[in-house]
């Protein structure tokens, strides 16, 4: 979670909403790391999970990723959460809940939906506090700097 956490700090560096992950192989080597980058590359896809996925992928040559570990500072939402089915991702480590848009046991729970052909084992509450901070302190600050 702290290669997570150092990633979620340089989107600060973008304006973006700081959100990091990365993606470890069976024997637990960061394969892909990523950030959100919605606002630096304007593109709503770029979300920290799917920036990860992306570079590990590249990195395995694959698509697929079995054996693998996302680790991410926030619950991802239902793009990334289909992504990590997709991807045949095994395990997901997050550290903050999204009551509003999680899709990992939250509001939704993609991961683990039964309906579909992969389940993702799925771990939360990892350095939650300092998850959770790191996106309330950057909200708050965005929230100070607004016109009246």
Known sequence: MGAALAEAERALATR???????????DGT??????NAREAEQDPTAHAEMVALRAAAAHNGSWLLSGATLIVTLEPCTMCAGALVLARVDRLVYGAYDPKAGAAGSLWDTVRDPRLNHRVRVITGVREQECASLLADFFAARRSRRPS
């Open 30 to 35: 960061i394969i892909g790391r990523g950030r």
């Open 16 to 26: 973006d909403v700081p959100v990091g992950a990365v993606v470890a192989d069976a």
